[in-house]
Each structure stands twice: as structure tokens, then as C-alpha cells.
């Protein structure tokens, strides 16, 4: 089976930098397209107005920077890829735009950055296997 083109969701963890080595390897072997994804937590809606599109703004530049390491990697293996920051619960965004962005595979981390995180991935993890269109591949 080919993959023509792979989601990888990113944070900061382990598991989401060998989500990254397992994918560009696919990539690489397969001459599939890289899409990364950072999904930033939504803001409440009792920040409007021009305070919550600052404060987007800060988390698309935070998110930039910890993107910036994997897609140098990614550039160094001869492959441009897409970047996509979405706010929103992980699990959601990561489905919404498998599906959005027509992805034939998912591969991500089952785990974020931090025990309590690990839960928050790991659920997020089991909501993307149970909904997403396309195969998931999770990586430890």
C-alpha cells in the first residue's frame, strides 16, 4: 500500500519526534507528501475582541517555534512540507483535517509531553483511531 500523503500531529515529546522518524521514513521510501499539525487548546470565549486575537497570535508563534526543529529535519531529508495550527482538542482537529486535507494516513504519537498529557494524548490517540477516514499509525 502507497501513502500519498501523511499527517504527523507534533508537540514537543518523545513520542512525537519518533512519530516524525517513522513518518518521514514512509515519506522518503514512498515519495508521499508531509503535512505537520499543532493543534493549539482552544480559548475561552470569554476572551473576545482584539485580546483573543493577540493571544492567538502568541500560540501560532509558540507553535512556529516548536515546529520549526521538525520541519528543519524534514527539509534536510529533501521533502517541503505543509504546516497547518489549528485551535482546538487535539483528537478533533487531527480527524478534521485528515479528512479536510484528504491524508491516506495518520501517524502520530501515543503519548504527549507530560504524565497528565500522556492521558490527554493517549484519549486523543483512541478518539483518532475510533474516527478517523484513514489508517492510524501510533508510535511509542
Excluded: W
Amino acid at each position: 500500500m502507497t501513502f500519498r500523503k501523511i499527517l504527523v500531529p507534533v508537540d514537543n515529546s518523545e513520542h512525537s519526534r519518533n512519530a516524525l522518524r517513522y513518518a518521514l521514513g514512509l515519506a522518503k521510501s514512498q515519495g508521499s507528501h508531509l503535512t505537520l499539525l499543532h493543534s493549539v487548546g482552544r480559548i475561552p470565549m470569554l476572551i473576545g475582541g482584539e485580546p483573543r486575537k493577540e493571544l492567538l497570535r502568541e500560540l501560532v508563534r509558540e507553535a512556529e517555534k516548536l515546529m520549526a526543529p521538525y520541519v528543519k529535519k524534514i527539509r534536510e531529508a529533501g521533502i517541503e512540507p505543509a504546516l497547518i495550527i489549528k485551535e482546538g482538542r487535539p483528537g478533533e482537529v487531527i480527524v478534521q483535517e485528515a479528512k479536510a486535507g484528504d491524508h491516506d494516513l495518520i501517524v502520530m504519537g501515543s503519548r504527549g509531553l507530560s504524565d497528565l498529557q500522556g492521558v490527554i494524548m493517549g484519549s486523543d490517540a483512541h478518539r483518532v483511531l475510533s474516527a478517523a477516514h484513514c489508517p492510524v499509525l501510533l508510535t511509542r
